[in-house]
């Protein structure tokens, strides 16, 4: 059964850090794309990061040089380093599978940045 479990969410001051983990089960990280997203009431979610089975990251603009993305194969684990974090970043993070024609999400993690 295919699983995914957020967790380092909480309460930052701005340009302060935060590590978000997806544990997954399952499946294995290392074969598949996983992708961390964000939502705020009312608005729409959005990609921040993926890494590719082949390792390849990308990531949205607004995060580029804060964020990193990364993966423990070991531990099927997929990590989100955020850094100098801003008000803005304030939402509910997701990670994502996608794993044999399927899409699979966690339940989310709140980030809320202080001003």
């Known amino acids: 059964q295919v699983q995914l479990v957020e967790s380092g969410g909480g309460l930052v001051q701005a340009g302060g850090s935060l590590r978000l983990s997806c544990a997954t089960s399952g499946f294995t990280v290392s074969g598949n794309f996983i992708g961390w997203y964000r939502q705020v009431p009312g608005r729409l979610r959005e990609m921040v990061a993926g890494i590719s089975s082949g390792g390849i990251t990308n990531y949205v603009d607004s995060v580029k040089g804060r964020f990193t993305i990364s993966r423990d194969n070991a531990e099927n684990t997929v990590y989100l380093q955020m850094n100098s974090l801003k008000p803005e970043d304030t939402a509910v993070y997701f990670c994502?599978?996608?794993?044999?024609?399927?899409?699979?999400w966690g339940r989310g993690t709140q980030v809320t940045v202080s001003s």
């Open positions: 994502n599978a996608h794993h044999l024609n399927d899409i699979y």
